[in-house]
């Protein structure tokens, strides 16, 4: 099925994944409405930086606002074509698009232990819940969903796959189930066509400065050493943003209710990715061990037969081909 005539909705699109999705939308002829509450877990300027491209298209809308207050607001001018989420403001933001893209969180892994759970709940969660809400009042054609690779947790066996029973090792794991089960209620009980993508670790150019090459790039442009957790065999399916970005255009076409993995067909242990940085930068690196982190997994490793099967999905992009255009463009 073909998607319908109407504006796109991102989530997010001031973060790392979501700019890079506005931009690709704009260029691809959509047009797009951002929503973003800039949440201060980095620099408000590199947000800013992020949709510096988008904000000069004159086919971009932004809606700097959290969800939830859209969600409590009552739709502008006057009473709403209904009560409740019927009648929100983020109702009316959604109405008429051919499809939103849900990628609002509060990202990271590790962060997400003792009180600042409550944060993870509110953004993941609850935010999810009422943009599915509003995405049915508004009836809202297609719903895609930015799940991780979290919910895995650590399994017995790789790759991983859809089928397996999720055992997220982290809360920010736990949040994100959650918001893949929320998305699976509102398929089967409300009839939204829900879709949840699993990205597996992103890296490239914006990415946010908590994840691992971010730090690692910075550090070895300051001389510093690499703070690595743990003994660098732990082994990530790295993901560069631009097929992140094609599986979630790819994901348009995408069964209802469907459920699959995006990785990038570049599982690497972190002590050889770091060598890879490396060799990319003309640096050697010197490495600082500290503890594994609580909440952090073993090993990653996507089984895209799934994404294959139904969107086509073909990641192309190298670990050190990635790693390039994320040095070349570091800020
Ligand atoms: P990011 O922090 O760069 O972007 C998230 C954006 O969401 C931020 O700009 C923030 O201001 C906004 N936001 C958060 N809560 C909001 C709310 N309630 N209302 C409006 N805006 C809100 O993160 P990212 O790395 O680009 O991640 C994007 C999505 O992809 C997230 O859902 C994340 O869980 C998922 N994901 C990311 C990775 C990765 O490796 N980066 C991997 C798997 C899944
Ligand atoms: C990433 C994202 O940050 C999450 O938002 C996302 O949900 C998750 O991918 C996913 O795939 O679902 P993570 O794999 O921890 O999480 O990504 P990085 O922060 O880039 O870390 C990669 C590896 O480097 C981990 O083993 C981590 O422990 C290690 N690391 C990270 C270090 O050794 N040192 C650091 O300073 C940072």
Redo the contacts with the bound molecule.
Sequence with gaps: MGLVMGHMVV??C?????SHLTDRLLADGHAVVG?????D??PRAM?EANLAGARANPAFTLHE????DLAAEAAPGGPGPGEGAEGSALAALLRGSACVYH?????GVRASWGSSFEVYA???VL?TQQLLEACGAAQVPKVIY?????VYGDQDELPLHENMVPRPRSPYGVT?LAGEHLCGLYHANRGLDTVAL??????GPR??PD?AFYKFISAMLEGREIVIYGDGAQTRDF?YVDDIVEGLVLAQSAPPGALMNLGGGNRVSLAEAIATLGEVMGVQPRLAVRPVEAGDVRDTWADVECARALIAYSPTWSLSAGLLAEVARFA
Aim: hydrophobic share 40%; glycine share 4%.
């Design positions: 989530t997010a001031a973060g790392f994944i979501g929503i973003d509450s800039f949440e877990c980095y947000k606002a959290n969800i939830l990628l609002a969180a509060q990202p509110r953004h993941n935010a930015a799940s991780s690779s979290s994100k699993r990205f597996f670790t992103v890296y990415q946010r994840m993901t």
